[in-house]
């Protein structure tokens, strides 16, 4: 069986409806994007992204490792401050799939706890992006019953050496449509590739018309 490889940017439409309990999209009736980054906040990454949205007048979606907030809690202010939207993203980047029930549990409502004590009460977003984007169901289910699940629409690779800031923008450009959520990271690992495709991508959609939201 030959697997389509587009599969790598862009998950079906279909295949989206088949796992239910996550949202791979936002509002697909107006032509609007958001805008999200995953393993944050580092100081060697972040800072520059922060300000290159803010030169754009862009708002993201965060969704934060909670060691990173332990360890820079300054910089996890600063984005909150910014008027960015912050989500969970475990605290050590766990994947469900590879842990038990519990030590996931543990280990979500962990970074929940050390975000809330770092932004204080104002911080109530409630969204969760399993790493990877893989959980069990029952992790799921639990999750669930206070979190909006996070997943994609678009994933740019950014995090790929073997990719190049002008492919991934390419990538944008080939899969986006209405409601795209794109997956960018603030990571050290894709430093190198964000920094420089996000002033493209971001370029790109306002020129096609966009409206930047967070979820």
Not at 17 to 40: M, Q
Not at 62 to 73: I, L, Q
Not at 131 to 140: A, D, N, T
Request: glycine share 6%; net charge positive.
């Amino acid at each position: 069986m030959r697997i389509n490889p587009n599969i790598l940017y862009q998950i079906p439409s279909w295949l989206q409806r088949l796992v239910p309990g996550v949202e791979w999209r936002g509002d697909t009736t107006h032509k609007c994007v958001y805008l999200t980054f995953d393993d944050g906040p580092v100081p060697e990454v972040t800072p520059q992204v922060l300000d290159i949205l803010d030169h754009y007048q862009v708002k993201a979606s965060f969704f934060w490792v909670g060691e990173n907030v332990y360890r820079y809690p300054e910089l996890a202010q600063e984005v909150f401050c910014r008027g960015h939207q912050i989500g969970n993203h475990t605290f050590n980047h766990l994947p469900g799939i590879r842990v038990s029930h519990s030590i996931y549990s543990m280990n979500w409502q962990l970074c929940d706890e050390v975000i809330t004590k770092t932004l204080g009460p104002k911080w109530k977003s409630h969204l969760f992006r399993p790493p990877y984007g893989r959980m069990r169901p029952r992790q799921q289910k639990q999750v669930g019953k206070d979190h909006r699940i996070i997943l994609w629409d678009i994933l740019t690779h950014d995090y790929n050496k073997d990719y190049t800031p002008a492919r991934i923008t390419r990538i944008v450009q080939r899969y986006m449509r209405n409601g795209s959520i794109i997956l960018m990271h603030d990571s050290k690992k894709s430093a190198p590739n964000t920094l420089e495709a996000l002033p493209m991508i971001i370029e790109w959609l306002q020129a096609e018309g966009y409206e930047f939201r967070t979820l």
